[in-house]
């Protein structure tokens, strides 16, 4: 992240509330979250030991967005059910023509569920998606034609992100407040590959 950027991969989005039965859609995106890191012990066992953040005042020149929590039976998803045409199940083919088509990548269900990133555990996890409080990074610069759909989770493959690979979000030392490693280690690893970002690399606070 830090020597090549940040690089936009395929994720597969739940939209059930939007088609009335299992449904996902999949767009080129990064996320990112905003929450204090003195909160972020949570969000650190689901996601990695390490984190990067980066100052707020960037997050427009990054072309970031706050994610737009759509609570399923809220009188705003029946109103964009009722917005997206569609005869029988919900499409892309569909739905290109809406005028809120370009925002799909930015919608997110509130509460719903996600593959479980346990190691030993199997299947998936419920998620209360709001308290990630995500901010979202969508790939334009890869035409909507690439969306994929699926009434099932695991359709995206290597072949999908490989579409992306050159269009790496790439952030330059200003851009960055603090980069995050778990142990004394890891941080003297981090200072010497990355001279420029020494005074920046610490170790998490263990409070």
Same mark, same amino acid.
């Given at each position: 992240?830090?020597?090549?950027?940040?690089?936009?991969?395929?994720?597969?989005?739940?939209?059930?509330?939007?088609?009335?039965?299992?449904?996902?859609?999949?767009?080129?995106?990064?996320?990112?979250?905003?929450?204090?890191?003195?909160?972020?012990? &949570?969000?650190?066992?689901?996601?990695?030991d390490?984190?990067?953040?980066?100052h707020?005042?960037?997050?427009?020149?990054?072309?970031?967005?706050?994610?737009?929590?759509?609570?399923?039976?809220?009188?705003?998803?029946?109103?964009?059910?009722?917005?997206?045409?569609?005869?029988?199940?919900?499409?892309?083919?569909?739905?290109?023509?809406?005028?809120?088509?370009?925002?799909?990548?930015?919608?997110?269900?509130?509460?719903?569920?996600?593959?479980?990133?346990?190691?030993?555990?199997?299947?998936?996890?419920?998620?209360?998606?709001?308290?990630e409080?995500?901010?979202?990074?969508?790939?334009?610069?890869?035409?909507?034609?690439?969306?994929r759909?699926?009434?099932?989770?695991?359709?995206?493959?290597?072949?999908?992100?490989?579409?992306?690979?050159?269009?790496?979000?790439?952030?330059?030392?200003?851009?960055?407040?603090?980069?995050?490693?778990?142990?004394?280690?890891?941080?003297?690893?981090?200072?010497?590959?990355?001279?420029?970002?020494?005074?920046?690399?610490?170790?998490?606070?263990? &409070?």
């Amino acid at each position: 992240m830090l020597r090549d950027g940040i690089w936009p991969r395929f994720s597969e989005e739940e939209f059930s509330w939007l088609n009335g039965s299992e449904f996902y859609i999949a767009f080129p995106i990064s996320s990112f979250c905003d929450i204090p890191i003195r909160a972020a012990k &949570h969000h650190r066992a689901k996601y990695g030991d390490y984190a990067v953040a980066i100052h707020k005042n960037y997050a427009v020149q990054l072309n970031l967005t706050p994610v737009w929590y759509i609570v399923e039976d809220s009188f705003c998803a029946e109103d964009l059910r009722q917005r997206f045409p569609r005869k029988g199940r919900f499409t892309l083919q569909g739905a290109k023509h809406c005028d809120l088509f370009p925002f799909l990548p930015l919608m997110k269900v509130a509460v719903g569920t996600q593959p479980s990133r346990d190691k030993k555990a199997v299947g998936h996890e419920a998620m209360d998606f709001v308290e990630e409080c995500e901010w979202r990074f969508v790939c334009r610069a890869l035409s909507s034609e690439h969306w994929r759909q699926s009434y099932s989770r695991g359709f995206v493959v290597d072949s999908d992100h490989q579409k992306t690979l050159g269009m790496k979000i790439k952030l330059r030392p200003e851009m960055i407040a603090a980069v995050f490693a778990p142990t004394t280690q890891a941080v003297k690893d981090l200072r010497q590959t990355f001279p420029s970002l020494c005074s920046l690399i610490r170790r998490w606070s263990t &409070h």
